[in-house]
């Protein structure tokens, strides 16, 4: 092995260790905790060399959350890809969303809640975003009916976040937990006509028979 080889071989390990470490600290005591001082101090190399890979904590926040997009895309991906139906892989997708965030709330909070500098949605992109993404898109297409599939991947998303969030600040009762994550299971799989129905079935229980025209 070069010289050279071998300081790169370096530079990628103290790369990783510093976002391992954030990471470890981060779930330890919060972000806050998370200061390049504490870094130094725990990783043992000086700040410049710290700087020297990151420019400050945002981009070490960015770089944990580029991590965590790429785990929630294998966890998604491994929870799904047994499902013997498309309704069991959504089923299953949700419930493993919702599990890797209440086992890793520090890292869905740099995912979702810190100062991050990545493109969501955009033609830049990066891959692990792009798959976080494209593991809900899988798995909600075939219940798109007529629908764009991206536009309900991404209220399918925004609906696991919210209860997620909701949940984590002690804003939902944690005894109906399963039963929320059935029930949104439920109105993502539901296809475009069964809603057309149901809403049809809920207007005419409501009609007043006073309204409803005679012959």
Same mark, same amino acid.
């Given at each position: 092995?070069?010289?050279?080889?071998?300081?790169?071989?370096?530079?990628?390990?103290?790369?990783?260790?510093?976002?391992?470490?954030?990471?470890?600290?981060?779930?330890?005591?919060?972000?806050?905790?998370?200061?390049?001082?504490?870094?130094?101090?725990?990783?043992?190399?000086?700040?410049?060399?710290?700087?020297?890979?990151?420019? *400050?904590?945002?981009? !070490?926040?960015?770089? $944990?959350? =580029?991590?965590?997009? %790429?785990? #929630?895309?294998? /966890?998604?991906?491994?929870?799904?890809?047994?499902?013997?139906?498309?309704?069991?892989?959504?089923?299953?997708?949700?419930?493993?969303?919702?599990?890797?965030?209440?086992?890793?709330?520090?890292?869905?909070?740099?995912?979702?809640?810190?100062?991050?500098?990545?493109?969501?949605?955009?033609?830049?992109?990066?891959?692990?975003?792009?798959?976080?993404?494209?593991?809900?898109?899988?798995?909600?297409?075939?219940?798109?009916?007529?629908?764009?599939?991206?536009?309900?991947?991404?209220? *399918?998303?925004?609906? !696991?976040?919210?209860? $997620?969030? =909701?949940?984590?600040? %002690?804003? #939902?009762?944690? /005894?109906?937990?399963?039963?929320?994550?059935?029930?949104?299971?439920?109105?993502?799989?539901?296809?475009?006509?069964?809603?057309?129905?149901?809403?049809?079935?809920?207007?005419?229980?409501?009609?007043?028979?006073?309204?409803?025209?005679?012959?």
């Amino acid at each position: 092995m070069s010289t050279t080889e071998r300081k790169e071989r370096e530079r990628a390990r103290r790369h990783e260790l510093i976002i391992a470490t954030a990471r470890e600290l981060a779930e330890e005591q919060g972000w806050e905790a998370v200061t390049t001082r504490r870094l130094s101090e725990r990783i043992e190399y000086s700040q410049p060399v710290l700087y020297s890979h990151f420019s *400050g904590k945002d981009a !070490i926040v960015t770089a $944990v959350a =580029l991590q965590g997009f %790429g785990e #929630l895309a294998e /966890a998604l991906e491994a929870a799904t890809a047994p499902a013997a139906d498309p309704r069991s892989a959504l089923e299953a997708a949700v419930r493993a969303y919702t599990a890797f965030a209440e086992e890793h709330p520090a890292l869905y909070e740099a995912m979702f809640s810190r100062s991050v500098d990545l493109p969501f949605g955009q033609p830049d992109t990066p891959a692990p975003l792009r798959a976080g993404f494209e593991a809900i898109l899988r798995v909600l297409t075939p219940f798109a009916g007529g629908r764009d599939p991206a536009l309900l991947a991404e209220v *399918g998303w925004s609906s !696991i976040h919210g209860l $997620v969030t =909701l949940a984590r600040d %002690g804003r #939902l009762p944690p /005894a109906a937990r399963e039963q929320r994550l059935a029930l949104l299971a439920d109105q993502l799989a539901a296809a475009p006509a069964d809603r057309a129905r149901g809403r049809g079935r809920e207007h005419r229980q409501g009609e007043d028979p006073a309204d409803t025209p005679l012959g």
